[in-house]
């Protein structure tokens, strides 16, 4: 799906209190793209990435998913958008600690609106388990988050961000809450889902060595884009062995 | 999202808080079974005093009396509408009306003799007694002698014989004769009469289980702790007591003669009990009362009813029923009627005041429900969040809410309705152990229907949700984006 920002301008507060935070973006993402969002703090990365997930709406210019202007759908398209277009990770992971993997990664099946269009489809269960397997979490299914480490928290969330076939990822400071060699596997991941099945991926990180990865880096100061560049993708360290098994089973889902 | 879903969300949430749900719970459940218990207690107290003590669906209808100088008089000056088979007419024909039968009092002395069988020695009584007419008690006579009117004359023919020791002679039934002696002649239920030298039917007699009530748990307990023969008497069960058979002297007693007439002996026999006979006292068909009042007090005697007794097709018709008959009839309602609408009245205000109290205690754990619903909510502000970012609509998570209200609704509505069972159980065990036996003690204090249980429920979760309400609202109004940032 092809995001398409248009004057985009977004402001906290109002009258006095009134601060600025985008002002006037234009962007386009093409489908498929790997997109890292970088700048200082503050500079307006997390607004930008809410309101391209549709989770603020409270802003003026025009955005549009597909075939979608995000403002013209109500609450519950958006929603609905959510649930089966877009896939969310975290810097905190953001996993429900009273539920097991197999639920945590299931948890959208709740506020799935059935889809004839979408065919015959595994129970939720199954995908769970599947994306699971992909993650190389499967010994893991039973477990809580709170008996993972950041990676196995990370990756979980990655697997529940997949789980209905997203066609946009949108990622804020996924590796924000982990090691170097951890981030990089998890970047790992990110880069074979934006390979073999075609997932937009935004990025946003201020960690250098994540951008460098990303095909194209998109640069915010102070709400607007300073500079926008394409670049010949670079992993910084050689492949480690853990990520690579991690990929290895990464075939059915693909197809 | 369907219900199977939200059924499964909801108690994947309720099972992370398992201490907290049971805590909010607890108002509900206390709640719940005071209300059971109180509206149980009142209806079971409605019950034996409506149904029992007062029944009012019999309105009994008099004569209008006028108070003159403290003295009674019946009638009054331009003699009010008098008490007889037209008025029966007219009362028949009122909007509500079931049935009507009229009674007519011995208006002469009688005596009754017997019960050694019964109560080890013979006693003498004062014969009180009333008659209304058989087919309105058909159903509740328990002997194959029936309440009939043996006396009256009876026709006969091939397929409608006499009755025992009677033969047909010219389509009439005819008393056979005997001597005191011959136990041949006069079969099954009759006997020879002593001065006739004929056979005859014992008058059929039927009494209120009220005195039955009254002498098993007043007289019969009193007299156990006394000394002598009279310490010895048995409680006595309806069944003891159809069959029951005294004699009776009529137009005679301790207070002494009727003004006209011989005085007679003639045999009864307990025929059944029923709510429509007189309370102290025995009924009888009214034919032999009629021709009784006729030979001791005169033909005018045997027109007039004492009173007639009115009974409504429902608890509903009452007032209306008792307005045409006081308003329109110009007649009086006895002054039971009156005591039976005080005592409902005060039953009904006494279940309302603790109603009321169970209603505060309940929305008192409405409060404390949406206290603990809006702390959590606070709480799971994060997660609800994430739930709108993986897709949930702002109703999705007011579902969610009032789901788990729901339980909380059905878990506290059950459970207070078992608590407050339980607590009627253990009341009854209770009063049944230390209470003495009194006059219309009930097995049980308490009247518990199905509906009442269902209600519960349905109070529960009316409550809860009331609770929920605006936690569900404040739940669905998160806002995703600075939710999940934790802002
Ligand atoms: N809910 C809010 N109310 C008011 N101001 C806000 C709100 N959310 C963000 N801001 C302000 O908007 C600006 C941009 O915030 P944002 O979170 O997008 O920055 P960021 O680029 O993600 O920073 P960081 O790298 O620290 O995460 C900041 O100045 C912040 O204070
Ligand atoms: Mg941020």
Request: aromatic content about 6%.
């Amino acid at each position: 799906m092809r995001i398409v920002v248009e004057g985009l301008t977004k402001t906290y507060g109002q009258g006095e209190a009134q601060a600025g935070v985008l002002h006037d973006l234009n962007l386009v993402i093409e489908p498929g793209e790997f997109v890292a969002i970088v700048g200082t703090s503050g500079s307006g990365k997390t607004t930008l990435l809410n309101i391209l997930g549709g989770l603020d709406n409270q802003y003026r210019g025009q955005v549009t998913i597909g075939a979608h202007a995000l403002s013209g759908l109500g609450e519950r398209a958006l929603a609905g958008l959510r649930n089966r277009h877009f896939g969310f990770v975290f810097q905190s992971f953001n996993l429900l600690d009273h539920l097991n993997a197999v639920e945590n990664v299931a948890l959208p099946d709740f506020f799935a609106t059935a889809d004839k269009a979408d065919g015959p489809r595994l129970a939720p269960k199954e995908r769970a388990l599947a994306l699971l397997e992909r993650m190389g979490l499967l010994d893991k299914q039973n477990e809580r988050p709170p008996r993972l480490s950041g990676g196995q928290k990370q990756r979980l969330a990655i697997a529940r961000a997949l789980f209905n076939k997203p066609s946009i990822i949108l990622c804020d400071e996924p590796t924000g809450s982990l090691d170097r060699k951890t981030g990089l596997q998890i970047m790992d991941l990110f880069e074979e889902l934006n390979v073999n099945d075609s997932i937009t991926l935004l990025v946003v990180t201020h960690e250098e060595y994540i951008a460098r990865m990303a095909r194209r880096v998109i640069r915010l100061e102070d709400g607007r884009v300073v500079s926008d560049t394409v670049q010949e993708p670079h992993r910084p360290e050689p492949e480690l062995a853990i990520a690579s098994t991690a990929l290895q089973p990464a075939t059915e889902e693909a197809q | 999202m369907s219900p199977n879903k939200l059924t499964r969300l909801v108690v994947q949430s309720i099972a992370r808080n398992m201490r907290g749900f049971l805590f909010s719970s607890i108002g509900i459940v206390v709640g719940i079974a005071t209300l059971l218990f109180f509206t149980s207690l009142g209806s079971g107290i409605k019950h034996v005093v409506l149904e029992r003590i007062f029944v009012v669906r019999l309105l009994e209808v008099e004569k209008k009396s006028y108070d003159l100088g403290g003295g009674m008089r019946s009638g009054g000056l331009f003699g009010s509408k008098s008490l007889d088979d037209r008025t029966v007419e007219e009362l028949k024909q009122l909007a509500g009306v079931k049935d009507v039968y009229p009674k007519m009092k011995f208006t002469f002395p009688a005596s009754a003799r017997g019960g050694k069988r019964l109560l080890g020695q013979d006693m003498t009584a004062e014969l009180i007694a009333d008659g209304i007419p058989s087919e309105l008690v058909r159903d509740e006579v328990r002997s194959d002698l029936g309440f009939e009117d043996w006396g009256a004359e009876l026709s006969c023919a091939a397929e409608t014989p006499c009755p025992d020791g009677f033969s047909c002679e010219a389509a009439i039934c005819q008393p056979k004769a005997c001597t005191g002696a011959d136990s041949t002649t006069c079969t099954g239920f009759s006997y020879c009469h002593a001065t006739r030298n004929a056979c005859a039917l014992p008058i059929p007699v039927l009494i209120n289980p009220t005195l039955l009530e009254v002498y098993n748990s007043s007289v019969h307990t009193a007299l156990g702790g006394s000394r002598g023969a009279m310490s010895r008497m048995p409680r006595l069960s309806e069944d003891m007591l159809v069959g029951f058979e005294f004699d009776a002297v009529f137009g005679e007693s301790f207070l002494g003669r009727a003004a006209q007439g011989e005085s007679t002996r003639e045999r009864m026999r307990l025929v059944g009990f029923s709510d429509k006979a007189m309370n102290l006292g025995v009924t009888v068909p009214i034919g032999y009362v009629k021709r009784l009042n006729a030979r001791f007090s005169g033909e005018r005697a045997a027109e007039e009813y004492h009173s007639i007794v009115v009974e409504t097709s429902s608890n509903d018709a009452i007032a209306h029923v008792a307005y045409a008959v006081t308003e329109q009839m110009g007649l009086s309602l006895s002054e039971r009627h009156g005591q039976a609408q005080r005592a409902g009245l005060l039953i009904m205000l006494i279940t309302m005041v603790f109603n009321l109290i169970a209603l505060i205690i309940l929305a008192i754990s409405a409060i404390n429900i949406m206290h603990t619903f809006l702390m959590m909510i606070i709480e799971r502000r994060r997660e609800l969040g994430l739930m709108r970012a993986l897709g949930a609509t702002r109703s999705h998570v007011r579902w969610l809410v009032l789901g788990e209200a729901s339980v909380l609704g059905l878990f506290g509505g059950s459970t207070g309705a078992l608590l407050g069972y339980l607590t009627t159980r253990a009341v009854d065990a209770v009063f049944n152990h230390y209470v003495a036996q009194f006059p219309f003690k009930p097995d049980s204090l308490f009247l518990l229907e199905a509906w009442m249980l269902l209600a519960s429920i349905g109070v529960a979760l009316l409550f809860c949700w009331i609770g929920a309400l605006l936690p569900a609202f404040r739940a669905s109004r998160v806002e995703p984006a600075s939710a999940i940032s934790g802002r």
